[in-house]
C-alpha cells in the first residue's frame, strides 16, 4: 500500500527522531498517579531482566524510603556510591553524575525524575542529569508521578490545594521511547499505605491526613491515565502513518470541521464546538489552500479569522495545501483517525448539480468509514463575500488569449500555402497550451472557442463563413475543441500542482534548514542571531525578537535597522506573553497594528514575543506563511528551552 506525503512538520519530526535514536539513548519512564503505586518496584524487577540477559546494568540512584523489599531487589545489581554534599552544616547524598559517565552502563536506573538537587552540583534537577546521561548514549530507566508534569501543574493545583514546585518539562516526556504506566486503584492504595508499604508509619500518617484521600487519587488517577492514552494515541497515529495505513480505526472519537473563508462557516464552527462538547470529544478544524493565481489575500485572510475563531472555541487547526479539495481533507481525516466531519452544505438548484457536484458530496462519496454530518442552508445574510472580495475578472490574461490566437491566425495565413491543415490545427493547440500556462481556466476556454471559430473561418471550406454543411470538417471542429480544451485542463491542473508542491518543499525546507542551524548554535543570543535574519529573508518582514528579563520585556535581536518601540507596541507585546496568544496585524486583537506579535512558547510557558512587520505596509501573510511562521517560531522557542536548561 503507498504511503501518504508528508507534511512539512511530519517530515521534520521524523529526521529529528532518527537522529535522536542515532545519536541518545532511550528513555523508559514508569509513570503513576502518587507514590507507592509500584513504580520503583516494577523498573527493579524489569532491569534484573535485563541483567540476566547480559546487559550491563547499574542503579544510578534509587529512593528506597526505607522499604525492606526494595532494598532485597537491589541485591542483584552494581548500586554505584552516591556523592556526598556538605550544605548549610548537613551532608547530603546525591547521585554522581561524573561517575556515572566514567562508568558508562548501558541501562542505568534513575528513581524520582522530578527530584531536586542539592546545590553545588552540576544541574539543579535530576531530569537535567538523565538529558545528559541520554546526550551522552546511556539508556535510561525513571519513574515519574503525573502531578508532576509541567502542564499539569495548574490542574494539580486545583484538585490538592497546593503548588507541587518540583516538576519536569513536558519536553522530557516527549523524550521518552517508552511510557509505562503502573497503575493502582485508590483503596488498595490506601491499603499499602496503612500496612507501611509507601512510608514509614509517622509519614503515612501525615500523608493520609493531606495528599492520601481517595477523591484526591482518583483524579490524579485519571490524569495519569490520560496522559498515558495521548500517549498512546500519538504513537497509533505515527505507526498508521508509517505503514500508510489509510482506513480509521476508531479508537476514540474526534470531529473534523471544514471551513471556508466565507463567513458562514462561523456556524460550522459554533455547531462542531456544541457536538464536541455534547461527546466530550477532540476536534480540529481545517482549511484548504488552493494555489490558484489571482486569488485575493482577503478571501485568504477571511478564512484565517474563521480559524482563529476555532482555536479560541478549543479546537486544533491546520491549513493544507492542494489542488483537489477533497482529497486532501479525507487524506487529513485518515492521517488524524477523524471519526467524524461537519461539513457545510448550501440548498442549490437541480442543473447546478447536475453538472457539478457540491464539496460536501465530493466528501460523502470518498468518506468509507466516517461519519459526514451536513449543515444545509444559506445560514446567514453574511453568506456572500463583501464586493471587495469577490474575484476580479483577469482581463490581462483574456486579452493575452485574444492576442496569442491572433497571431497564430496571422501565422497560418501567410503560410498557408506551406502549411498543411492538420499543420495550422496543431499551431492553435499550441497557443491554447501557452495561454492555459496563464492558469486560468476561463481564458483558456475563450482561446479553445476563438481558435475553432478562426481555424473554420479562415482555414477550411467554404472559406470566410460559418456554414455547417459539412459533417466530416464540423467532427473535426469539434474534435479540436475537446483537444484544447483537455490541453488546457491539463495545463492549468499540472500549473497548479506545481505550485503546490513548490509551496510544500519550501516550507520543508525552510523548516529543515533552521532545524539544522539552531541544532548547531548554543547560546540564547546566538540562537536569536541565527533565527531572526532567517526569519526577516523568509517572510521579507522586519523581525524582533524579546525576551522576559526581571518580568519585563526587552529587545535580544533585530534583523533591520535600529527600531524603538512605542508605549502601544510595548503593551501589546507584554499582552500576547502574557497570555500566549497573536495579536496585531491579520488578528482579532488590535488588527490595524503594522506588525504581527507571536508568543515565544516553550513546553512551560512564554519565554518571550517575536515582533514581525511585513516590509510591504498593511500586507498580510497568507494561511502558508502564518502556518510556516508558527512552525518556525516553535522550533526557536524549544530550542532557547533546550539551551537554557543545559546551562542551569
Not at 185 to 205: C, F, H, M, N, S
Amino acid at each position: 500500500m503507498p504511503k501518504q506525503r508528508l507534511s512539512p512538520e511530519e517530515f521534520l519530526n521524523r529526521v529529528h527522531e532518527e537522529e535522536r535514536h542515532q545519536l541518545q539513548g532511550k528513555l523508559k519512564i514508569y509513570l503513576g498517579a502518587a507514590p507507592g503505586v509500584g513504580k520503583t518496584y516494577t523498573m527493579i524487577e524489569e532491569a534484573r531482566i535485563k541483567h540476566a540477559q547480559g546487559i550491563d546494568v547499574v542503579v544510578g540512584i534509587i529512593e528506597t524510603h526505607g522499604r525492606h523489599d526494595i532494598e532485597v531487589l537491589l541485591d542483584k545489581l552494581e548500586v554505584m556510591p552516591r556523592q556526598a554534599i556538605e550544605y548549610r552544616g548537613q551532608k547530603l547524598t546525591e547521585f554522581d553524575l561524573d561517575a556515572a559517565l566514567k562508568r558508562n552502563p548501558t541501562l542505568i536506573l534513575m528513581d524520582e525524575m522530578a527530584h531536586t538537587n542539592a546545590p553545588g552540583l552540576r544541574h539543579d534537577k535530576r531530569w537535567q542529569d538523565i538529558k545528559e546521561l541520554l546526550d551522552r548514549g546511556i539508556d535510561v530507566y525513571t519513574t515519574l508521578n503525573v502531578q508532576h508534569i509541567e502542564s499539569l501543574n495548574d490542574a494539580v493545583a486545583q484538585i490538592l490545594h497546593t503548588h507541587i514546585k518540583e516538576t519536569v518539562p513536558d519536553f522530557m516526556i516527549e523524550l521518552a521511547d517508552t511510557i509505562e504506566l503502573i497503575d493502582l486503584p485508590p483503596e488498595d492504595l490506601l491499603k499499602r499505605l496503612q500496612e507501611g508499604k509507601v512510608y514509614i508509619p509517622e509519614q503515612a500518617t501525615l500523608a493520609t491526613e493531606h495528599f492520601f484521600r481517595k477523591g484526591n487519587l482518583s483524579a490524579l488517577r485519571e490524569l495519569a491515565l490520560r496522559t498515558t492514552a495521548e500517549r498512546v494515541e500519538a504513537q497509533v497515529l505515527l505507526y498508521r502513518q508509517n505503514l500508510g495505513i489509510k482506513h480509521v480505526w476508531p479508537t476514540k472519537v474526534k470531529l473534523l470541521v471544514c471551513v471556508s473563508a466565507r463567513y458562514r462557516s462561523t456556524k460550522l464552527i459554533r455547531t462542531a464546538r456544541r457536538m464536541a462538547s455534547r461527546l466530550k470529544a477532540e476536534w480540529l478544524a481545517v482549511y484548504v489552500d488552493t494555489p490558484q493565481l489571482k486569488v485575493s489575500d482577503e478571501i485568504r485572510n477571511s478564512a484565517i479569522q474563521n480559524l482563529h475563531l476555532a482555536e479560541r472555541l478549543g479546537a486544533t487547526t491546520a491549513i493544507l495545501m492542494g489542488v483537489n479539495v477533497s482529497k486532501e481533507i479525507m487524506d487529513f481525516a485518515r492521517k488524524r483517525n477523524i471519526t467524524s466531519i461537519v461539513i457545510g452544505k448550501t440548498i442549490r438548484s437541480q442543473w447546478r448539480n447536475f453538472f457539478s457536484r457540491s464539496l460536501a458530496d465530493k466528501i460523502i462519496r470518498q468518506s468509507g468509514e466516517i461519519d459526514v454530518y451536513l449543515i444545509t442552508g444559506e445560514f446567514d445574510d453574511s453568506a456572500k463575500l463583501p464586493s471587495s472580495h469577490t474575484k476580479r475578472i483577469p482581463w490581462r490574461a483574456y486579452i493575452t488569449a485574444f492576442a496569442t490566437v491572433s497571431i497564430i491566425t496571422l501565422i497560418n495565413y501567410l503560410l498557408r500555402d506551406f502549411l498543411q491543415t492538420s499543420s495550422m490545427a496543431m499551431l492553435y493547440l499550441i497557443g491554447v497550451a501557452i495561454v492555459a500556462s496563464l492558469g486560468e481556466f476561463g481564458a483558456a476556454l475563450f482561446a479553445s472557442l476563438l481558435s475553432v471559430a478562426s481555424f473554420r473561418f479562415c482555414f477550411t471550406l467554404p472559406y470566410y463563413c460559418f456554414s455547417m454543411t459539412d459533417i466530416p470538417s464540423n467532427l473535426n471542429l469539434i474534435l479540436l475543441f475537446l483537444l484544447t480544451q483537455i490541453i488546457s485542463y491539463l495545463a492549468i491542473i499540472s500549473l497548479r500542482q506545481a505550485h503546490a508542491v513548490h509551496l510544500a518543499e519550501k516550507h520543508t525546507s525552510a523548516l529543515y534548514n533552521l532545524s539544522r542551524q539552531l541544532a548547531s548554535t548554543r547560546g540564547v543570543d546566538n540562537l536569536l542571531t541565527t533565527a531572526v535574519p532567517y526569519l526577516a529573508a523568509l517572510l521579507d518582514s522586519d523581525v524582533m525578537a524579546l525576551l522576559c528579563e526581571d518580568h519585563s520585556l526587552i529587545i535580544q535581536a533585530r534583523s533591520g535597522p535600529s527600531t524603538v518601540l512605542n508605549d502601544k507596541d510595548k503593551s501589546i507585546a507584554q499582552w500576547v506573553y502574557d497570555l500566549g496568544q497573536r495579536a496585531g496585524l491579520g488578528t482579532d486583537t488590535l488588527p490595524l497594528s503594522d506588525a504581527l506579535y507571536v508568543p515565544l512558547v516553550a513546553s512551560r510557558k512564554s519565554i518571550g514575543v517575536l515582533r514581525v512587520c511585513p516590509n510591504q505596509p498593511s500586507r498580510l501573510f497568507t494561511p502558508e506563511q502564518m502556518q510556516l511562521l508558527e512552525s518556525c517560531v516553535n522550533q526557536i522557542a524549544l530550542a532557547i528551552e533546550v539551551d537554557k536548561s543545559h546551562i542551569g
